[in-house]
């Protein structure tokens, strides 16, 4: 049985965090930009002391790569008001930069994995009343994240540093 999920919008998109990867979820007073980081990188932001680094979903997550729930949602709140969701050991350097209001959902009973052809960063989608919820799988979430830095560095890879924009 699954424990509580961590709720926000993205993309027009439900998505979730298993409360256990989560340290806790923090308002932002201002983020920081950080010079010639890949886009995923939303910047940096201080979280009692700490630095955490921001990741945008928003940019790691293509348009339409996820399965749409059939309902639009709109973003709440303005440009600045945002929350960091600083995720837990091993990954409490990283945080998820949200824009919408977080919430907490209720688990069904029986949950069941991703059908085939989901993308890989997702543990579990589940329906929550009319809603779809997709379930991100951290593991793989941070996975993705390394692998885009990485590419930013490949001066062959496309979107390389010597590719021309």
């Known amino acids: 049985m ?3 999920i961590l709720t926000f ?3 027009s998109e439900w998505f979730g965090l298993m409360a256990s ?9 201002g ?5 010639r980081a890949p886009e995923v990188i939303a910047g940096l932001a201080e979280v ?3 630095i955490v680094t921001l990741i945008d979903l928003d940019r790691l997550i293509p348009a339409g790569e996820a399965t749409v729930d059939g309902r639009a949602a709109g973003r709440s709140g303005a440009a600045g008001d945002a929350f960091g969701i600083v995720l837990a050991l091993p990954y409490e350097h990283l945080g998820i930069l ?25 543990q579990a989608r589940l329906p929550i009343g009319e ?28 979107g390389g540093p010597d590719e021309e924009r």
């Open 2 to 4: 699954m424990g509580p």
């Open 48 to 50: 009692h002391g700490r």
């Open 98 to 122: 949200v824009r919408s209001e977080v919430d907490v959902a209720s688990v069904p009973e029986h949950v069941e994995p991703p059908p085939g052809g989901a993308a890989s960063w997702l």
């Open 21 to 29: 990867d989560v340290r806790e979820v923090a308002r932002l007073r």
């Open 31 to 35: 983020v920081r930009p950080v010079p």
């Open 9 to 11: 919008e993205t993309r």
């Open 131 to 158: 809603r779809l919820l997709n379930v991100l799988s951290l593991p793989a979430l941070v996975s993705r994240v390394e692998e885009t830095i990485r590419k930013g560095f490949r001066p062959d890879a496309p």
